[in-house]
């Protein structure tokens, strides 16, 4: 068989099945960016290879995927981190005109050029942990033109870097002032305005919102999923993060690919996304940034066979994390989930929360060579580092 490199000598996570499908003698092949064959050397069928890497016993696992961001908007949030530490609530904060309506005025006063300028830096530091597919949510314009300039940079980012970007249209994210509090009118531009424009425009692969009760009811969200289902687009639902309003069973009945925070998410909500297969993202940069004491219920998602993906919930408010390493070390700190559920929170669980499983997140025959190769001599030091980068190359379709 031929192909166009090979890399050999080499210990796999191949994230298959339900663990982490490691193999002790491995290889990989890859010929025009996709993987070839992805195992033991013994089983492997003859390859000729263009370019052989000897990875020295090294580590390889999947590229690593980082499924829910909000990595494009303007200025920061630093000084409300500083009311926070006085002793102010992030609803406290969100209902004074901080919060997510602060970064509305910086992203409606910034261009697409100053969008893409300021989230490179914080998309190269992902990239250069091995990430090698990102989502990227809009949500900071709330009207129009900025959530649709808020995409155009999130699609650019992909262009520019090495890196697979899927975007989701979070138009459903807080009320703009110029609502003047009326979320129902917003809900109806929401839906019936600005999802089918940037629809049109292909600018989404999913359409996302914040069920929650400084956001928006489940009623409200409804609508919007309606809107995107009419418009083919999969949905995603920022759920159960403050209180518990049913987030996850909304989520479920409409076949979400993901809900995500789920700090309160009740046994009924469990079983939903277990039925539906929708994926639960847990986010432990925002739950330790904000400082939350209610931890998502990861032993009853366990028991529902939900399947858990992590991520760092990058964004200028409750999570600027810009590392997919310490999120990992955040989950099983915090949330006790172990290290198979963090490898897997990272690739294929993560992978599957943005439906592209089918090409990304296991290393696979027929799906893209995006690989993360690690000075590491077992797996758990991926989640057990704090600080710390053991990536020794990152492989993004074959090169």
Same mark, same amino acid.
């Given at each position: 068989?031929?192909?166009?490199?090979?890399?050999?000598?080499?210990?796999?996570?191949?994230?298959?099945?339900?663990?982490?499908?490691?193999?002790?003698?491995?290889?990989?092949?890859?010929?025009?960016?996709?993987?070839?064959?992805?195992?033991?050397?013994?089983?492997?069928?003859?390859?000729?290879?263009?370019?052989?890497?000897?990875?020295?016993?090294?580590?390889?696992?999947?590229?690593?995927?980082?499924?829910?961001?909000?990595?494009?908007?303007?200025?920061?949030?630093?000084?409300?981190?500083?009311?926070?530490?006085?002793?102010?609530?992030?609803?406290?904060?969100?209902?004074?005109?901080?919060?997510?309506?602060?970064?509305?005025?910086?992203?409606?006063?910034?261009?697409?050029?100053?969008?893409?300028?300021?989230?490179?830096?914080?998309?190269?530091?992902?990239?250069?942990?091995?990430?090698?597919?990102?989502?990227?949510?809009?949500?900071?314009?709330?009207?129009?033109?900025?959530?649709?300039?808020?995409?155009?940079?999130?699609?650019?980012?992909?262009?520019?870097?090495?890196?697979?970007?899927?975007?989701?249209?979070?138009?459903?994210?807080?009320?703009?002032? #110029? $609502?003047?509090?009326?979320?129902? /009118?917003?809900? *109806? +531009? !929401?839906?019936?305005?600005?999802?089918? =424009?940037?629809?049109?425009?292909?600018?989404?692969?999913?359409?996302?919102?914040?069920?929650?009760?400084?956001?928006?009811?489940?009623?409200?969200?409804?609508?919007?999923?309606?809107?995107?289902?009419?418009?083919?687009?999969?949905?995603?639902?920022?759920?159960?993060?403050?209180?518990?309003?049913?987030?996850?069973?909304?989520?479920?009945?409409?076949?979400?690919?993901?809900?995500?925070?789920?700090?309160?998410?009740? #046994? $009924?909500?469990?079983?939903?996304? /277990?039925?539906? *297969? +929708? !994926?639960?993202?847990?986010?432990?940069? =925002?739950?330790?940034?904000?400082?939350?004491?209610?931890?998502?219920?990861?032993?009853?998602?366990?028991?529902?066979?939900?399947?858990?993906?992590?991520?760092?919930?990058?964004?200028?408010?409750?999570?600027?994390?810009?590392?997919?390493?310490?999120?990992?070390?955040?989950?099983?700190?915090?949330?006790?989930?172990?290290?198979?559920?963090?490898?897997?929170?990272?690739?294929?669980?993560?992978?599957?929360?943005?439906?592209?499983?089918?090409?990304?997140?296991?290393?696979?025959? *027929?799906?893209?060579?995006?690989?993360?190769?690690?000075?590491?001599?077992?797996?758990?030091?991926?989640?057990?580092?704090?600080?710390?980068?053991?990536?020794?190359?990152?492989?993004?379709?074959?090169?």
């Amino acid at each position: 068989m031929q192909c166009d490199r090979l890399w050999n000598n080499a210990r796999l996570a191949t994230l298959t099945g339900e663990g982490l499908g490691i193999v002790d003698d491995g290889i990989v092949a890859a010929r025009d960016g996709r993987i070839v064959y992805a195992g033991t050397a013994a089983n492997a069928p003859t390859l000729e290879a263009a370019e052989t890497m000897n990875c020295a016993g090294r580590w390889i696992t999947p590229g690593l995927v980082d499924c829910h961001t909000h990595i494009v908007y303007g200025g920061n949030r630093a000084h409300e981190f500083e009311l926070r530490l006085a002793g102010a609530s992030y609803e406290e904060i969100a209902r004074a005109g901080g919060g997510i309506v602060s970064t509305m005025r910086a992203t409606r006063a910034a261009t697409e050029d100053e969008l893409v300028a300021s989230a490179l830096p914080r998309v190269d530091a992902l990239i250069a942990e091995g990430v090698t597919t990102l989502e990227i949510k809009s949500g900071y314009g709330l009207d129009m033109p900025t959530e649709m300039k808020s995409l155009r940079a999130a699609r650019r980012i992909g262009e520019m870097r090495p890196l697979s970007v899927k975007t989701t249209f979070l138009g459903a994210h807080a009320l703009p002032p #110029e $609502a003047k509090g009326d979320k129902d /009118a917003y809900i *109806g +531009t !929401v839906s019936d305005e600005m999802l089918p =424009a940037v629809a049109k425009a292909g600018l989404a692969d999913a359409v996302d919102g914040f069920c929650e009760g400084i956001a928006f009811t489940p009623e409200q969200i409804g609508r919007v999923f309606e809107a995107a289902k009419a418009h083919g687009l999969r949905v995603k639902l920022h759920a159960e993060q403050l209180s518990n309003l049913h987030g996850a069973s909304l989520a479920a009945h409409y076949g979400a690919l993901s809900a995500d925070h789920l700090e309160h998410v009740d #046994e $009924a909500g469990a079983k939903a996304l /277990a039925t539906a *297969g +929708t !994926v639960a993202v847990l986010l432990p940069g =925002a739950f330790y940034f904000v400082r939350e004491t209610h931890k998502p219920p990861v032993e009853l998602l366990r028991q529902h066979g939900v399947k858990i993906a992590l991520a760092s919930d990058s964004n200028p408010g409750t999570s600027p994390l810009t590392s997919l390493l310490l999120a990992m070390n955040m989950g099983a700190t915090l949330f006790r989930l172990t290290v198979d559920e963090c490898l897997a929170g990272v690739t294929r669980e993560a992978a599957r929360a943005l439906g592209c499983l089918d090409s990304v997140g296991t290393l696979e025959a *027929g799906k893209w060579c995006d690989l993360a190769i690690w000075n590491i001599e077992r797996p758990a030091e991926l989640v057990y580092r704090m600080g710390f980068n053991p990536l020794h190359e990152r492989v993004w379709r074959g090169k």
